[in-house]
């Protein structure tokens, strides 16, 4: 009491705890919390987190070694639905080791699916957000449709229900979205009752369909956040969640209609059955909310009558297959903070103004994704009218994603007796505009206004992109206890400014990482370049070969990655001397390391007094090409055959040669040698004659 900890709660389904633990708990969960997950079908965590694990500082993460970020889990031979309810822990992108996070951990170990935040969340909506899920995902019901319904319903909720929005786009769902039923069946378990006539009829037939909702009674938990502060909710409905607003309980209910049905208008005619109350203490949300700091508090706003004012809102969510989702948002809930005083609606009644339309759109798209600031964006548009002829007018704007500020207007066109299909291009000129997200939105109307169809089309104003210009790795062999210097260079290529992180990992051949290194890429500047300078201490590394790889993380994207190999000096391959008789052809064959070797160079022993030297080799492993590279000429270093980078040559693995020779190279007769660093085998030697050889290996050394 009194002091900030980190505390653990293990419960079961029941709410029993299990385990109640302040000291020491990072050790004994790091070995406990697999034992007790092994058997389950749902695992739910709550807590702060990070990519790299749960608890106050990613807590997991640094125990018992950095190279164990989140413990390993043995489901038991099932596949559990974890939720994550927890900041960062869905950002597989990023993290102390990117294969490590919790996101990927908790899939490879088994589980079907992760439900994990990619942001820094706040407490209450997770809290919110989970408690739905949970509440509306009944049994027979695939999990991934209850997930998306949520997440439609609380996006459709309210233009002003910011804190929604963001919980939406920053949880992700990854896995099965079919965990959880044996069969699917309808979702939802709203008491909205559908009732239309006239949907069939000439190319469009002005109808009107009637909603009828009850709503459930309220439920008031006193005292639920502390003395003094009520929670209250309607069963199946949602709370509202903006920083600074009562958080009242609201209720939506969604139809689907098929493909060619467009809502114009839904009308309100009835609401009944008014409850009044009083005496209840409805809290605010916190204004400045932090992930720690995020539970309700007394309200201090400036509403002086009933909250919200709003009787209903309604949207439209367009679907895949041409459909679209009617989402009505309810507030039957009214709280007036100065006098305590409730009203609540339970019965509705609305009108469902819509129209069946022939008129489609078939195409919207722009010729890029992306754009320097101030081009020429180019629209595609095609439309197609399956039924009679119809005057049909066209309209096209620009907005910024996520607004509906209209920033530009681009078409508005009158297709007089329109019929059949119809494709036309247009273009906006972005000079001027900020770089952002816009969307290109068509609306088709008749002439009465009503609307047809609509269809929207994203792009992007400023090009986010940057490369690795320059990555080296010295000294490529080294001894034991030696400092490799690595140096990355990054250029930003694109048109906007650059924020992200720089990694460097240097990985084993096993492909664990023994060392990892990062550094803020902050606001670099297009055409501006970056550099980063690491030292790695070789002290304690194994007799091996490593690969250095380094690439940029921005912008929910990633560099090419690049790499460079090191090792320790070995010996490499060395055949050794041969003999005569020679003669220059090609050779094919294989090569078997007894020991990973990382080879940059072929050597050819000449014969006395000759040139022999090769002028041409490749080394494959099965389909794949590692090396390929053609002799330089006399002069230098002739008698060795560079290649462009370092090859890594793996113990025990077989690769396959082809060299062809000049002049007079040493041989070795035989069909197989052991030589220094392995086994080299003759497939055939073709000479320069023409005439064939099984027994004839070119003398050779890769170093």
């Known amino acids: 009491m009194g002091r900030v900890q980190d505390e653990v709660f293990v419960a079961d389904r029941d709410g029993s705890i299990r385990i109640f633990d302040t000291e020491n708990w990072m050790s004994r969960m790091h070995t406990a919390l697999p034992e007790y997950t092994q058997l389950a079908d749902v695992i739910f965590v709550s807590a702060h987190g990070g990519p790299d694990g749960w608890g106050q500082f990613g807590g997991l993460s640094t125990y018992p070694n950095p190279d164990d970020y989140v413990p390993s889990f043995n489901f038991a031979n099932h596949n559990p639905l974890v939720f994550s309810a927890a900041c960062l822990t869905g950002n597989y992108a990023v993290g102390g080791q990117e294969d490590r996070n919790v996101a990927e951990t908790m899939l490879a170990n088994g589980a079907a699916v992760f439900i994990g935040s990619t942001e820094v969340s706040w407490g209450y909506p997770n809290r919110e957000g989970a408690w739905k899920f949970f509440r509306d995902w009944d049994a027979g019901e695939y999990a991934g449709e209850v997930f998306t319904a949520m997440e439609r319903s609380y996006w459709n909720a309210n233009e002003d229900q910011k804190a929604w929005r963001f919980w939406i786009t920053e949880y992700n769902y990854y896995g099965d979205p079919k965990f959880g039923a044996v069969s699917g069946g309808p979702l939802g378990n709203s008491e909205a ?286 001894e034991l206890g030696e400092r490799v210097n690595i140096t990355m260079t990054f250029a930003n290529t694109g048109t906007v400014n650059l924020t992200g992180t720089a990694i460097v990992r240097v990985i084993d051949v096993t492909g664990g990482t023994v060392e990892e290194y990062r550094h803020n890429v902050t606001d670099l500047l297009p055409s501006d370049t970056i550099s980063f300078r690491d030292t790695w201490n070789t002290t304690g590394a194994a007799e091996v070969v490593y690969s250095i790889l380094g690439y940029v993380l921005y912008e929910s994207r990633s560099t090419n990655p690049v790499s460079v190999m090191v090792s320790t000096e070995t010996g490499g391959f060395d055949i050794g001397l041969g003999t005569y008789p020679s003669i220059a052809g090609t050779h094919t064959g294989t090569i078997t390391p007894n020991q990973t070797m990382l080879v940059r160079r072929l050597y050819t022993y000449p014969c006395p007094g000759t040139g022999g030297h090769a002028e041409y080799v490749k080394i494959c492993q099965e389909m794949e090409t590692l090396v390929e590279a053609e002799w330089a000429g006399y002069g230098g270093d002739w008698q060795n055959i560079t290649f462009d980078k370092a090859v890594t040559l793996v113990a025990n693995q077989t690769y396959n040669y082809t060299i062809r020779t000049g002049s007079y190279p040493q041989i070795i007769h035989a069909q197989s040698y052991n030589a220094t660093g392995g086994v080299i085998t003759c497939s055939e030697f073709v000479d320069v004659n023409g005439k064939r050889h099984e027994d004839w290996i070119p003398a050779i050394r890769l170093s």
């Open 193 to 478: 009752v559908w009732q239309a006539s006239g949907l069939e009829g000439s190319a469009i037939t002005k109808s009107s369909g009637s909603l009828d909702v009850s709503v459930s009674d309220y439920v008031v938990y006193k005292d639920h956040y502390e003395e003094g502060l009520d929670r209250v909710e309607i069963p199946g409905g949602q709370v509202w969640l903006e920083p600074g607003k009562l958080m009242v309980p609201f209720y939506t209910v969604s139809i689907d209609y098929p493909r060619g049905y467009k809502i114009q208008d839904v009308i309100l005619t009835n609401r009944s059955g008014l409850v009044n109350d009083t005496g209840v203490n409805v809290p605010m949300a916190p204004l400045n909310s932090t992930p720690s700091v995020c539970d309700p508090v007394p309200y201090s706003g400036t509403v002086e009558g009933f909250f919200p004012e709003d009787e209903y809102w309604w949207g439209l969510l367009k679907n895949p297959d041409g459909s679209s989702t009617l989402v009505v948002t309810l507030y039957p809930f009214s709280y007036n903070p100065l006098t305590t005083d409730v009203r609540f609606y339970k019965n509705y009644t609305f009108v469902i103004d819509y129209i069946k339309s022939n008129v489609t759109i078939e195409l919207l798209r722009t010729d890029k994704d992306a754009y320097e600031q101030g081009a020429i964006v180019m629209v595609d548009l095609g439309l197609n009218n399956s039924g009679g002829p119809q005057d049909v007018v066209v309209g096209a704007v620009v907005k910024p994603y996520g607004s509906e500020e209209i920033v530009d207007g681009l078409l508005l066109s009158t297709l007089t007796n329109f019929t059949g299909p119809a494709t036309f291009s247009t273009q906006w000129n972005s000079s001027g505009f900020e770089p952002g997200d816009y969307i290109v939105e068509v609306i088709l109307r008749d002439t009465e206004g009503n609307v047809l169809d609509t269809e929207t089309e994203l792009f992007r104003l400023g090009i986010s992109s940057g490369e690795i210009t320059s990555f080296t790795a010295t000294p490529e062999q080294f």
